[in-house]
């Protein structure tokens, strides 16, 4: 019974620390309508968000926020296929995050998931017709951050 135990418990922290990415199947292809320019905010904030097209195995992203024309904060990104799936990695103001973010969901609504990351947990990416998306960050809880954005000339 302790060896069946032991077990249980093994699986159950093997499946926790596993991204959630390597449970499913997703290609770039997948998160191709990222590709382009973004632009809206949340009131206060302005956000431009650029994806480029999908080639050679990755999308790289640029974002700033603005407040009053100023940029407050800026973030690099990388969505990249592999054997294990689609993943995304954030640069926080060009710091490389320790926590890649795998696709666990894609179609209109496209969900990139670390559950072991503080803050965010989720970044969610989904389409509006018929040129919008938005985009939505979240804690373990649910509660975080949003933005709606529309299609922009680059």
Not at 122 to 141: H, K
């Amino acid at each position: 019974m302790i060896r069946v135990t032991c077990i249980a418990c093994v699986l159950v922290a093997a499946a926790q620390a596993a991204p959630l990415a390597a449970q499913a199947s997703f290609a770039l292809a997948d998160v191709a309508f990222l590709s382009g320019c973004w632009a809206g905010g949340d009131g206060s904030t302005e956000l431009r968000e650029q994806w480029t097209e999908p080639l050679g195995g990755a999308m790289l992203g640029t974002t700033r926020f603005l407040r009053d024309g100023v940029v407050v904060d800026w973030e690099f990104g990388r969505i990249f296929e592999d054997g294990e799936g689609v993943t995304l990695w954030p640069y926080p103001r060009g710091v490389a995050s320790e926590h890649g973010f795998g696709l666990v969901r894609a179609g209109e609504e496209l969900v990139f998931e670390n559950l072991l990351h503080d803050y965010p947990v989720r970044i969610i990416y989904a389409a509006e017709r018929p040129n919008g998306l938005r985009v939505r960050i979240e804690g373990a809880d649910g509660d975080g951050q949003r933005w709606s954005l529309v299609r922009t000339p680059c």
